[in-house]
């Protein structure tokens, strides 16, 4: 590989050398002898310092007495004699000139072509050799149509099952592959179909990628993988060629895995996008399934494909025979998280005190990305603060960075604000710490983060896969607990609540249409989600009830809201000396957690 592209470098090294030395010498030529107005020449015959002329058409070449020579022109159709003697030249001057008359020559002329059109030459000369080399070999140049797989072997970096956590059950559907891969011939001789494609599902950054190079780093077996969203962006019909070219070079070096990322990019339901059926998508989609459809027996190439939208492919890459694997990597769970935590928290040296359970019990809803990217910003802050190793108070802080972005010390605020925003916060967590259904509150704070102007921050005590309807009961008077506060404290609302405001809207609306928890509505669902495919992305929902039904919707809706306001109202003007404390308290510490928090509510 390398050799070659020296041997190609050196080619285009020469050619270039030529086509400098060609230019150089043509212009050199026909320049060299540097170009005089013929009133100068008139000048040089009176003095006598010219010994010979030579003309051709109107083009002088003049050599002169000491052996100089210079070019120069006359007026076009004039005689020479006649123009020299207008300035000045007698013919006694002239005598001493041998003048030559020359028909200008074929030759020059074919010269001066030749010399206009070799750059063009040259350059088509280059073209064409560059395609050649593209077509023949493996060179980058103009290989539009190559697939850009990268082939990963020996010299990368192996990852293995081990740095992958949190995703068990995942690892053991892909450890048949893996198998598969190290013993094809275990299977084949007991007739099992092998499986072609598997397609990986989960929300982004929770390790699809990292798990199919895990499956080929354990199998140890070459890896080629591309992205679908570089499929979508040459010409039409280049997409195509790539997927064949890709699959050759993976057949030629089976078994193997081929990677495809973001499938969706390219395998979304065909004739749904911009763009007309016959698109670029489209061909390059047909192209993968084709590839998927001719491998015979014996190749042993596994496709994996990697998504977060499932739901919007075309149903003829789910067929049995083509993606029919499906393995779910989902957001990892407390354990999980505390898995990751130690995989990425190698090699950074931790303080003593430092426990990463907590920090798993504080990440629900962290990706492993996000983890990663957790740890990092606590060793960024770490060799901040001059420190030798990462300790808590980074991690904690890198947790909030994640969370909502760094903290914003600078923003002005005023004192009325302040004081506002305080009284907002205490709501807020006086409310879930007094509701059994909200989650205990871990942090408060009234220092602005993101966009944020002052965050509550409940801690789960475990992961929920199921609610009851008291918990989102409790929930929701939990976000209208700081709208409640300013009306009890100030008689007057801000519009800082405007984003609780719509969560509790939204998670109203999904009690009653979605989870069936309205009993006026029943356990029915309403509603059937709608989205522009091309946009992947829910852009409404379509009404499949009546208007009666919608009213009784809006008002269960409010009717949710309502009672949750109500609560939240009874309980902080029942504790109303106690709000006041808290959000004192916040107004002079700005954050209150831990034991502080816990002795405030007490
Ligand atoms: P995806 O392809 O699902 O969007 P990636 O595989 O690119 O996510 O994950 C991004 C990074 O996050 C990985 O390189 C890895 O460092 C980290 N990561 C994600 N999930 C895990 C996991 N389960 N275990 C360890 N690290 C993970
Ligand atoms: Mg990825
Ligand atoms: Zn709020």
């Known amino acids: 590989m390398s050799s070659r592209w020296i041997r190609n470098g050196l080619i285009y090294l020469i050619i270039v050398v030529i086509a400098v030395a060609l230019f150089y010498n043509v212009y050199s030529a026909s320049s060299s002898p540097s170009s005089v107005f013929i009133s100068s020449v008139a000048e040089d015959a009176r003095e006598g310092r010219i010994s010979k002329i030579v003309v051709s058409g109107d083009d002088l070449r003049i050599t002169r007495t000491s052996g100089v020579e210079v070019v120069s022109r006359k007026e076009p159709g004039a005689d020479l004699t006649e123009v020299l003697s207008n300035l000045g030249v007698t013919q006694e001057m002239l005598n001493g000139i041998s003048i030559e008359v020359q028909t200008p020559s074929e030759w020059g002329s074919w010269l001066a072509i030749l010399s206009s059109f070799l750059p063009l030459l040259l350059i088509g000369g280059l073209l064409l050799f560059m395609m050649r080399q593209a077509q023949s070999g493996n060179s980058q140049a103009m290989s539009f149509g190559k697939s850009r797989a990268r082939m990963l072997d020996g010299d990368q970096p192996t990852v293995t099952f081990e740095d992958v956590a949190g995703v068990v059950e995942a690892k053991q559907e892909l450890q048949e592959v893996v198998e598969f891969l190290e013993e094809p011939e275990k299977f084949s001789a007991l007739g099992a179909r092998i499986p072609k494609g598997v397609l990986m599902v989960g929300p982004p ?39 064949r070219d890709l699959f050759e070079q993976a057949k030629r070096n089976s078994p193997c895995i081929v990677f495809v990322d973001e499938i969706d990019a390219v395998g979304r339901h065909r004739g749904a996008g911009l763009g007309g059926s016959h698109d670029e998508r489209e061909q390059t989609l047909n192209q993968i399934l084709v590839e998927m459809d001719g491998f015979d027996t014996d190749t042993n190439v596994i496709v994996m494909a990697a998504t977060n939208r499932p739901d919007i492919l075309d149903p003829a890459l789910l067929r049995p025979g083509r993606f029919d694997r499906r393995v779910v990597l989902d957001l990892p769970d407390m ?28 990440t629900a809803g962290f990706s492993g990305a996000d983890i990663e990217s957790l740890l990092n910003e606590a060793a960024i802050l770490a060799a901040r603060g001059d420190k030798k190793s990462i300790d808590m ?210």
């Open 205 to 243: 950054g929770c390790g699809k990628t990292l798990m199919a190079r895990a499956v080929a780093g354990e199998a140890e077996v070459p890896f080629f993988s591309i992205s679908g969203s570089e499929f979508v962006e040459m010409f039409v019909g280049v997409g195509a060629s790539r997927v």
């Open 393 to 602: 108070e980074d991690l904690q802080e890198a947790v909030e960075r994640v969370i909502a972005g760094p903290e914003r010390k600078s923003r002005i605020i005023s004192d009325d604000e302040r004081e506002i925003i305080a009284h907002h916060e205490a709501g807020h967590a006086l409310v879930m710490n007094l509701l059994p259904g909200c989650d205990p509150v871990h942090k408060v704070s009234i220092v602005s983060r993101g966009m944020a102007l002052g965050y509550t921050m409940p801690l789960p005590e475990d992961d929920r896969y199921l609610k009851q309807r008291s918990k989102f009961e409790d929930e929701l008077a939990g976000l209208l607990g700081g709208r409640a506060a300013e009306e009890l404290i100030f008689n007057d609302v801000t519009t800082g609540a405007s984003n609780d405001l719509e969560r509790a809207t939204l998670l109203a609306r999904k009690m009653v249409t979605e989870y069936g928890m309205s009993e006026k509505l029943g356990p029915l669902t309403f509603g059937r989600k709608q989205e522009l495919v091309f946009l992947g992305r829910e852009i409404g929902e379509q009404r499949n009830y009546s208007e009666e039904v919608a009213r009784a919707i809006d008002e269960e809706v409010r009717r949710l809201i309502n009672e949750a306001h109500e609560t939240a109202l009874r309980l902080l003007r029942e504790k109303k000396d106690k709000l006041v404390d808290v959000a004192k308290k916040l107004m002079e510490v700005e954050t209150l957690e831990g034991p502080d928090l816990e002795a405030m509510f007490a």
């Open 335 to 362: 354990n999980g998280r505390k898995a990751i935590l130690d995989i990425h928290a190698r090699g950074k040296p931790l303080a003593e005190e430092v426990d990463l359970k907590v920090i798993a019990k504080q």
